[in-house]
């Protein structure tokens, strides 16, 4: 049998969700209570509702292996990694990491905007673990990979975000820990450049060391890891081959961005006042899908179990966020105003909100969405990254971009009127009378 | 088995565990990532300034000029014969590196949030880091002393070997008391919004820009009770001479102990939840 490299027991992690006191006991109670609070020994009464972000996992991972972490959002994943790569402590279990650990959570870790390219590489590899001797022996190489060449003693905040991603992942790729965290960090970045940190990648794995890597990419995980474990509510749920995992995963509803249902109700996010039932992207050509089409219009739509009293108006609001984490835009269903003022009744609401064609950005969008009331403001239910989907931009020339197929900035991609012509002329045309 | 060169080191993670095992090794392991952080600050603080490191030298005589104007010409004010600017001084110069390294202490955990949530490291190293950072600051403060007692004819008394004593006197309280208020400030951002407050009435409940002996003697020993009153007496002992405090920096090397000590137990503690509350 190989060695261990890693071996987890049990992890666990509880968050504490919907803490609310009388806001004027917050002065005088709450501060000497957080301050006491490191102090006390256990974790006292909880009080709000407890929330296992992670239960229960247990596994065993041999020197040299790579495996890959899946499941859908808010599984866990991110909370695994960041219990084993020691940035939180679990609430419960045990983890023992045999070998120098290094962890990429996030591209350009401790990167500091004023400082130059030249600087950010010593400070940034110095953050994520590196000795200063590591650092000037890899120096070159780090420029080279990041292809900053003439850049290097620029502040980075000059930097193109393209720039940013490739000397942040370049520092990254020279550590050299037994043990290594991988985070979804090649969402990012241009294709060319994914690929070239895929292939850095399986280096590393085939230089024997162990790497886990958390991804919503398929083929990715496919290609670099040799093992798998999905991960759902926070327990695991499938652990092998990851042909069989990810197999698993694509079969089951789990694998489906595009709608999120609630079979049991009291598993549903909610109160007693409103409850989520589902939530769905559906494209303009109906269906629900996780793929759409740039210049597409699609609608999300939001069922909800009503028990509102009639003075209260429940109105549902969707956040959408880019994958860069950016709050694209939030939209709140009393912009249906005829809606909006009629009295409420118990029941199931649907509320659809439609999202123009040529509007989103190309990439994942994300939707948070919730039920609130308002005056006073208070959240009945909110499902965090509820629903997610892949704008598509297909580059035929019909939309916003033309013919331009190269990097396009910017977080929406609006297709806006322009109004072109020639407002006065150098020559006066002889043949058009004056 | 077989047999590498150096047998890996065992990281164990477990739900709790006390920060006197791990926390002085783990710190002691990182000290290269504590040069590259003070090392950033250096170079962060006076980017984009037009007089850069200038400032450095500016702030004290800046402060002293505005004292010596304005508090130097009350009559009243004791200072044993010694010149007012130079008597400020002295003060003002432990003054600094203490309350600069508060204030840095005191925001570096809230500052470093985005390496807190994405990377492990001592996270004491952050205010450690703060304080350190203001160390050549310190002294360059000493060389100006230094210039303003030859301008002054006085010269450099003996006593001055006693200069590091109460200089890092005054950086252990401010570690204690920044190291707290750091922590605290994870949780709690109104630390931000006070800690100026505190700076300005710390900075009058402390002999620097009049002398101890005006305090009533009933009160004397709640005065002594600030460590800053040790730190300052001593520390212009140090360079002016006259009688030496000895019960005061006794007392403040007391309680600058008993602050330090706190405030590592509740860095230990609170440190845990840093990257789920920050």
Redesign the interface.
Known sequence: MAEIAIRAAGLGKR?RIGVRRDPYSRLTES?WD??A???RRGDGQPKGSDFWALRDVSFEIPRGSAVGVIGRNGAGKTTLL????????????????????G?L??VG??F?P??SGR?NI??SG????M??AEILRHFDAIVDFADIGAFLDTPVKRYSSGMKVRLGFAVAAFLEP?IMFVDEVLAVGDAEFQKKCLGKMSEIGAGGRTVIFVSHSMPAVLRLCDRAILLDRGRVVTDGSTNHVVRTYLESDMGRTGERRWEDPSEAPGDAVARLKSVRVVPARGGTSDEVDIREPIDIEVEYSSEAPRDLRPSVNLHFFNEEGVCLFVTNDWNDQVWWVRSRRPGIVRAVCRIPGDFLAEGRVTVTAAVSTYDPTVVHAVEWEAVSFQVVDRTDGTGVRGIYAGDWPGVVRPMLEWHVALAERDTPDPSEPE | MNVRPTE??????????GWWRLGLVDLWTHR??L???V??DL??RY??TFFGVAWAVLQPVLLMAIFSVSLGRIPGIETSGVPYPLFVFAGLIPWTMFSQGLAGASNSLVGGE????????PRLLLPVSAICSFLPDLVIGLAILAILLAWFGAGISATAVWLPVFALLAIVVSAGAGTFLG??NV??R?VKHMVPFLVQVWFFASPIVYSSSIIPAQWRWLYDLNPMTGVVEGFRWAVLGGEPPVQVAIESVAVAVIVLVVAL??FG??E??F??VI
């Open positions: 968050y501060l957080a301050m609070r490191p102090l960041k219990i084993l790569s020691r940035v939180t402590t679990p609430t419960e279990g045990r983890a023992e990491l045999h070998g120098r650990v962890s959570l996030e870790t401790g500091h004023e400082l600087e010593f400070l110095a953050i994520l673990g000795r200063r037994e | 890996p080191p065992v990281v164990v993670i477990e739900a709790a565990r290269e990532l040069y590259f952080l090392w950033r170079k962060i980017r984009q985005s390496i807190i949530t994405k990377v492990y490291f922590a605290v949780r709690y109104d137990v509740y503690r609170a845990r939840s990257a789920d």
